[in-house]
């Protein structure tokens, strides 16, 4: 059975040790499609989202799981302000030598589902460099091709960031794997 698998597979994958808030966020994401989330995980994953600016993904997990209180209300408070300041995100990413903002400004248009706008964006900052964690800014880059549905695409980007032998790297292997399961 399927979720069985997945649940234990996700389940290993959140033992790994020093994991990022980010690593984590993008582990949440595919325990999300495979529906192996528990419940108290809309809640942690949701906090992870308010802490880095993507509250519009944080309403729609909330949502998705019928929560109601303080998360969804300081999700819904943020999230016309993040939408309204992406322009300014934009022209901050643009003035900058290393591609930190570029990649939180393409996960910014990826959770408004701007999916090109997203790989655009998250690539020049993998090009930039400069990144504290490109590991986990590929893995970030293969969610959104897979979104777009460029698998191959998408499964390349796991591949190299499983590569990089990273404590992000278990991550984007499970991603890899379920990219490859993923039919079309």
Not at 20 to 36: A, E, F
Not at 65 to 88: C, F, H, I, V, Y
Not at 113 to 118: E, F, K, L, S, V
Request: aromatic share 6%; no cysteine.
């Amino acid at each position: 059975d399927m979720p069985d698998v997945w649940g234990q597979e996700i389940d290993a994958v959140f033992a790994t040790k020093g994991m990022s808030d980010h690593q984590i966020l993008n582990l949440y994401r595919l325990s999300l499609l495979v529906g192996t989330i528990k419940d108290q995980d809309y809640d942690a994953m949701a906090t992870i989202d308010l802490q880095n600016g993507l509250s519009n993904e944080a309403k729609t997990v909330l949502t998705k799981a019928g929560k109601t209180g303080p998360l969804l209300t300081q999700a819904n408070q943020l999230e016309p302000k993040e939408q309204a300041s992406l322009s300014d995100l934009a022209a901050e990413a643009a003035k900058q030598t290393n591609g930190e903002i570029d990649v939180k400004l393409g996960e910014s248009y990826y959770i408004y589902g701007r999916y090109d706008d997203a790989v655009a964006a998250i690539q020049k900052g993998l090009m930039k460099g400069g990144l504290k964690d490109p590991a986990d800014a590929e893995t970030t880059l293969g969610i959104v091709l897979l979104a777009a549905g460029k698998k191959d695409e998408a499964t390349a980007a796991f591949d190299k960031a499983a590569m990089m032998n990273t404590t992000g790297s278990p991550v984007a292997h499970a991603w890899s794997i379920y990219a490859r399961r993923t039919v079309g």
